[in-house]
DNA sequence: TCTTGCGACATACTCAGTAGTATGCGAGGT
DNA sequence: ACCTCGCATACTACTGAGTATGTCGCAAGA
C-alpha cells in the first residue's frame, strides 16, 4: 500500500525532472528488459520471471517497482510514446511549409521506430490492445489514458497537414484523418519488419527514414 | 493420432472443393468463432473455454477438430490469407498499367480487410507473431509455411510495381520493396482503426478502400 | 429389427505454469 | 543500535492447455 503510492510518485518524478540516483537506473534496467521480452514473446507471453531471468534477478526486484504485471507494461508503453512524441515535437517545431515539416516529422517518426525498436514494438502492441476488451477495470483507465495521449500524437500530424493544405503545400480534396492514418500504418508497420543491420551506421538508417516519409508524402505515382 | 490425420485430411479438403456436408460447416462454425475470440483479446488472451463458450459448447468440439489451440489460430490465419490471396489476385490478373493494377490490388486489399476484420486482424496478429521466438518446433513449421505465402502475397506487390516502372506508369528511382512495405502496411494498419459504421453500404466501403488505395498510390502532395 | 460401430461431441479430470503475496535478510545510513 | 531500502526466497491460489473417457444418435450390416 505505501508501495503502491511510490510507485506513482516515481512515475511522475520520471517524467519530470530525472533523479540522480540508482533508483532511476534500476528502473530503467527494468523497464529495457521489459521492453525485449513483451517485444519477443507478448505481453501475455511474457511472465514477469522472464523479465526477472533476463534481469538475472528475481520477482521481488520487479514487483518492488511496479504494482503488476500490466502496470510495467504501461509504463514501458508510455515511455515508448514520450520518446516518438519528443522526436515528432521536435520536427514539426522546425518551420517550413506544412508539406515539410510533415516530412520531416513521419521522417523522425520513422528513425525513432528504428532506434528503439524494442519500446516501440510494445507501442504498437499496446495500440493492438485497444481492442482487445480483456482488461481488468483498473486496467483501462490506464490504456485510456495513453490512448489520449496517442490520439493528440495523431492530431499533431492532421493539423500540420491542414495547414499544408491552408499554405497549398499538401492538395485538398483529400480526406486528411484518411491520409495521416495511411500513413501512420506504414511508419507503424515498421516496428514489423525492420531488423537493425548488425553494420549499420546512423546514416543509412537515415536514409531509410527519409525514404520511407518521401513515398508517403509523394506517393509512387 | 488417427485424429491427428484427419485434421490434416480435412484441411486439404477445405482447401479443395467444399464438402456438401455439416463437417463443413461445424469447423466453419468454429473458425468463425475463434476468429472473433482472437481478435478482440489476442491469441494468448483467449481460452478454447471462451471459444467453446461462444459456441455454445465445451472443448470438447474443438479438441475433436482441431489438435491445438495453435493450431486453431493457424487455420484462422490460413483462412484469412486465403480471401486476401483470392481478391489481390483477381485484381491483378484484371490488365491495365502496373500503376492502374497496383491502385486495384491495394483496393481489394483494403476492401478485404473491412469486410473480413476478425478473420484479418488475425493475419496481422500472425504476422506480429513470426518475431515472437515463443513457439515449440513443430509450430514453427507452420508459422515458417504461413509467412511463406505471406511472402510470396508481397512478391505479388513487388512485381506489379516493377512492372509499373517497365511500362512508365511508376516512377524510378524509389526503393521497390521499401515502397511495398509502406503500403502493405498502411493497408495492414486499417485492422487497427477500421469498424464498420452499424449503416454502412458496401458501396461507402468501397469509397474508403479507392480512397486508401489513391492515397497510396499518388502520395498526399 | 436388432446390434454394432462410429462420428460428434460432453464431462471430468490432470498438471504445469504463473500472477501476486508474505516474509526474510543483508547493507548502509543515522 | 535501529531502521529502512532494495531486493531474494518461499510460498499460495488459480488459470488454462491438453487428455481420457463417457454418452447419445444414427447408419449400415446381419
Known amino acids: 500500500m505505501a508501495n503502491h503510492d511510490m510507485h506513482r510518485e516515481w512515475a511522475s518524478k520520471t517524467r519530470g525532472q530525472e533523479d540522480s540516483g540508482h533508483l532511476a537506473d534500476s528502473v ?28 538475472g534477478a528475481t520477482k521481488g526486484r520487479i514487483y518492488h517497482y511496479f504494482r503488476s504485471k500490466t502496470d510495467l507494461f504501461f509504463e514501458v508503453h508510455r515511455e515508448g510514446m514520450r520518446r516518438l512524441m519528443d522526436a515528432v515535437n521536435s520536427a514539426m517545431s522546425q518551420g517550413g511549409t506544412g508539406r515539410e515539416k510533415l516530412l520531416h516529422m513521419i521522417e523522425a517518426h520513422a ?22 476488451s480483456a482488461t481488468t477495470p483498473e486496467q483501462r483507465v490506464s490504456l485510456d489514458e495513453l490512448m489520449d495521449i496517442r490520439h493528440r ?23 486528411v484523418s484518411l491520409a495521416v492514418k495511411g500513413l501512420l500504418g506504414a511508419v507503424n508497420w515498421m516496428a514489423i519488419w525492420y531488423r537493425p543491420r548488425p553494420d549499420e551506421t546512423p546514416e543509412q538508417q537515415q536514409l531509410i527514414a527519409r525514404h520511407v516519409a518521401e513515398l508517403q508524402v509523394s506517393g509512387i505515382a
Open 28 to 55: 530503467a534496467e527494468i523497464l529495457d528488459c521489459a521492453a525485449l521480452c513483451f517485444t519477443e514473446m507478448g505481453f501475455q507471453g511474457t511472465s514477469i520471471d522472464d523479465v526477472a531471468r533476463r534481469l
Open 111 to 132: 528513425l525513432t521506430m528504428m532506434q528503439n525498436t524494442a519500446y516501440e514494438a510494445v507501442v504498437v502492441q499496446g495500440v493492438h490492445m485497444h481492442r482487445l
Open 153 to 175: 500524437f495523431e492530431q499533431l500530424f492532421v493539423e500540420t497537414m491542414r495547414e499544408g493544405q491552408a499554405d497549398g503545400s499538401v492538395r485538398e480534396g483529400a480526406d
